[in-house]
């Protein structure tokens, strides 16, 4: 290995980023750090509803720029589509994206960050492209803003909710629960401030929307105690509810056909497909059945130890969550920073601890907090609804916005304590 390892970082979302930088912090000069990725800024994707209520064009506020970033932490940052990873030759193959027509090259690395997000199935959901909608990138938080916004959306029924998710699985995984929907906290957070929107606008309310799970029950990861407060709530708030749909079998102009073989009349179709892992990591020694990239709990590959994943690519990430991306990228940081010698932690390095920490918007500044471990076994359950949510939603996007991704240790733990301690 070279002197000064190099670090190859594919993907710089929120991982990815985070990642890059919590590894320059640990492992301080001792490595040499590229990232690739086909665009060169950040989606914020949990702020897409709010900007989509307030009519304002996510692909314009929330794009943020991260190479200035990468660049005064000294940062190698590469626009191209990965194509291939040569686990054995230690080398990924890219195509340069800035101008069409560029040669395919070819980048060798030390270490391997695996950062790439995952595919979301909606091409293979029938009839999504002519009659579906969605929040789960800008382009399509601004295409569902113009049809609520320029009267596409005439007040009919609205239905929220996800296809069936596979989890991947490998004997070489450490042993998780599995969830049959890839991450339910986005559409419990539509549904809700949907609705204060329907209202506002003299559309109605939470009576003209229907969540619906192909679980037993909607955000299972959230834990029964959560989930025992919640599933009344929604009922009471006049929602409509359909558990155990096991999935989309298509999507037409007047609703969706279920897997379960029922069905549901909706004008407006708002869905969250399956996470599927990218077609060229599905073959790949370190992938589990579906593709994800198998880890233990340091985010390392058991078979290529200079193999590393994390954020929603990693198989272990479940919910697809990017808090859960973003504890994994602090342990893995510290794993790699004691490798090469730049840090010496006093005790042994902890594995990831699985915790849900959700915020969401309800509409109206009001917002939810979910903080809850007991998916996993533990025994945190915490939900609190109000203004202080929201305000920490918010803040959480500014302090990300000023820190480019590198959100000082201390930045999650004081949203929980801000949010566990105050009675709102
Ligand atoms: C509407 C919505 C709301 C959400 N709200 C929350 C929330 O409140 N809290 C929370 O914790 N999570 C939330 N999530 C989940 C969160 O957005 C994801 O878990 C998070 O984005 C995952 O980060 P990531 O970096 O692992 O992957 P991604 O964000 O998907 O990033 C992957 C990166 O890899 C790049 N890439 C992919 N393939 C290639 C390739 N072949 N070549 C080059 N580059 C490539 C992409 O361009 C991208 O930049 C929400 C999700 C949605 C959809």
């Known amino acids: 290995m070279a002197a000064q390892p190099h670090i190859v970082i594919l993907g710089t979302n929120f991982a990815g980023l985070t990642t890059a930088r919590y590894i320059r912090e640990y492992a301080g000069k001792n490595v040499r750090m590229t990232c690739i990725d086909r665009k060169p800024y950040l989606a914020f994707i ?7 209520w307030n009519n304002n064009n996510p692909e314009s506020s929330l794009h943020l720029p991260f190479v200035r970033f990468l660049d005064r932490d000294d940062i190698d940052f590469i626009q191209a589509e990965v194509q291939q990873i040569d686990v054995e030759q230690k080398k990924v193959e890219y195509k340069p994206m800035e101008r069409s027509g560029s040669a395919i090259e070819k980048l060798a690395y030390d270490y391997l960050v695996i950062a790439l997000g995952n595919k979301l199935a909606f091409d293979e959901i029938e009839g999504f492209g002519k009659y579906g909608h969605t929040f789960t990138d800008t382009y399509y938080g601004d295409k569902i803003r113009r049809h609520l916004h320029d009267g596409g959306y005439k007040g009919g029924p609205v239905a929220i909710g996800s296809d069936l998710f596979i989890q991947g699985k490998s004997e070489k995984l450490p042993d998780i629960p ?52 919640l599933l009344p709530m929604v ?146 359950s915490i939900l609190k609804m109000g203004r202080t949510p929201h305000l920490l939603k918010m803040g959480f996007k500014t302090m990300y916005y000023t820190l480019g991704g590198k959100i000082p240790s201390w930045g999650l733990p004081l949203s929980e304590l801000i949010a566990d301690r105050t009675v709102i």
């Open 178 to 229: 599995v969830a049959e929907a890839a991450c339910e906290g986005p559409p419990v957070e539509i549904s809700f401030s949907m609705a204060e929107w329907l209202g506002e606008k003299g559309l109605g309310g939470s009576e003209t929307i229907t969540m619906f799970t192909p679980a037993e029950v909607i955000a299972e990861d959230a834990g029964e105690t959560i989930l025992e407060e």
């Open 235 to 380: 009922q009471e708030m006049g929602f409509g509810y359909k558990a155990n749909t096991r999935g989309i079998k298509r999507i037409y102009e007047d609703g969706i056909e279920f897997r379960d073989g029922s069905s549901l009349e909706a004008e407006l179709k708002i869905i969250f497909p399956n996470w599927k892992a990218h077609d060229f990591l599905r073959e790949l020694p370190i992938s589990d059945d579906q593709g994800f990239i198998i880890t233990d709990l340091f985010m390392r590959n058991p078979d290529y130890p200079e193999v590393f994943a994390v954020g929603d690519a990693a198989s272990i990430t479940v919910p697809k969550l990017g808090s859960l991306g973003h504890l994994e990228s602090e342990v893995l940081a510290k794993v790699l920073g004691e490798e090469v010698g730049g840090y010496q932690p006093k005790e042994s390095i902890d594995p990831l601890k699985f915790k849900l920490v959700c915020m969401g918007d309800m509409g109206a500044h009001k917002g939810f907090y979910m903080h809850s471990d007991e998916w996993w076994g533990g025994e945190t």
């Open 46 to 52: 949990p702020n897409i509803p709010i900007e989509v």
